[in-house]
């Protein structure tokens, strides 16, 4: 029951959507929204899986305005508005003219929204890359999946401005060696992205550091009182203990990222739906169902704890997304097809299930084995030692179990 009030709408949504796309366009549209919101599931999924990691931070008034507001934005926003915005800005169109051409010429707004495409994958590139980036380098990671390359650049990640500077570096190569003739075009759009990151980043954690979100005219007793009380329920409720939730400010400024987020994975999904209809509408249609289905899995991910329990789920979606910014910086001059970029993701997502399974089930033996010897071993080791990740770094390499310092 659980399941289906999470995924209800979806499912809503999708009959209704495949039913009216039928009545108004015949079967032929019904099948192509049908298609459309399976490309969206597919390229999207590791969407699903960054954004529990945000969701979940967040108290379940927001995580329920995600699944509301943030549905209606992406569905309108980023599915039927945004395309019209890009061409308007690239054609140097007002908005009222984009839209009567995708009206009235489908196949001239297609090719306006292709000749947009440099601008959109440098935007959505830069901004996936520096999500990438960030977890890499990210020093106070305690899981590894992949020791052998994750640990020297974990140390790295000491220098806080590395990140910044990688990602500029790769901008400079993208645009010299993959942008042809588009190399300003790509510029402007490349650095727009990264301060767009950044900004909202930012912002976010410089809210959610300080606090704020709840009433702030609190005093420092109850605020701390609150925040047990808000843990303990967070527990029951999405699996995630000593987890305290953003509120007010700051999990606004977390509730854009999470939007911004979107709007980079999307980027793909709405060109690439050009190849398969040209109507506004229908692929609004089609990748509104696909992005319900993603909100929806989102929370299921918060509210069962999965990423607590498959512990390489979100190491497997940061590699999909850097493979993702890679694809999107090649495909400003060399069309990549949109299967072989959903087929990369599901494979990230694939191993890191796998890797996140054998490891648990390491815990569990190592474990009971203590259990069984008294809780430590002959040298003293208590559960804390370290685990064998059972990842794709191989040759025996170790990764810290939930909690501990790598």
Excluded at 6 to 22: P, Q, V
Excluded at 203 to 228: C, K, N
Excluded at 272 to 287: E, H, R
Aim: glycine share 12%; hydrophobic share 50%.
């Amino acid at each position: 029951m659980h399941v289906l009030r999470i995924f209800g709408w979806s499912f809503a949504i999708t009959a209704i959507g495949i039913a009216a796309a039928g009545v108004i366009g015949g079967g032929d549209a019904a099948a192509i929204v049908a298609i459309l919101a399976v490309l969206e599931i597919s390229l999207s999924f590791d969407n699903a899986v960054i954004n529990a990691t945000i969701l979940r931070r967040m108290s379940e008034v927001w995580q329920r305005l995600f699944l509301s507001l943030g549905v209606i934005i992406a569905v309108f926003g980023m599915r039927l508005l945004f395309p019209i915005v890009i061409v308007a800005l690239t054609a140097h169109l007002s908005p009222m003219d984009v839209f009567d051409l995708a009206l009235n010429d489908e196949a001239e707004y297609a090719a306006r929204l292709h000749e947009a495409h440099p601008s959109i994958a440098a935007f959505g590139g830069i901004f996936l890359f520096m999500i990438f980036l960030d977890f890499m380098f990210d020093p106070e990671r305690d899981i590894q999946w992949l020791r052998w390359l994750e640990e020297p650049l974990r140390r790295a990640g000491q220098l806080d401005v590395l990140s910044v500077v990688t990602g500029l570096v790769a901008l400079l190569v993208v645009a010299e060696a993959f942008s042809g003739d588009h190399t300003q075009q790509v510029l402007t759009a490349g650095v727009a992205g990264l301060a767009t990151y950044l900004g909202v980043r930012g912002l976010g954690e410089f809210f959610e550091a300080r606090g704020i979100g709840a009433d702030e005219d609190e005093d420092e007793d109850e605020s701390t009182s609150a925040q047990a009380t808000g843990s303990a329920s967070a527990e029951r409720r999405t699996g995630t203990p000593d987890l305290v939730l953003a509120t007010g400010r700051a999990a606004f400024f977390l509730f854009l990222y999470l939007e911004v987020i979107d709007a980079s994975f999307s980027f793909d999904g709405v060109v690439g739906a050009f190849a398969i209809s040209q109507n506004i509408f229908i692929i609004a249609t089609g990748l509104g169902i696909g992005a319900m289905y993603i909100r929806s899995t989102t929370v299921y991910l918060v509210r069962r704890g999965t990423l607590s329990e498959y512990v390489f789920l979100e190491h497997g979606a940061h590699y999909a997304i850097g493979a993702l910014a890679v694809i999107l910086a090649v495909s400003i001059e060399t069309e990549v097809h949109e299967v072989v970029t959903g087929l990369i993701g599901v494979a990230f997502i694939g191993l890191a299930l796998l890797s996140s399974i054998r490891f648990r089930a390491k815990e569990r033996k190592a474990a009971e084995i203590e259990s069984g010897a008294g809780g430590t071993g002959p040298d003293g080791q208590d559960s804390d030692g370290a685990v064998d990740s059972g990842g794709l770094g191989g040759g025996g390499d170790k990764a810290s179990p939930v909690g501990t310092s790598s």
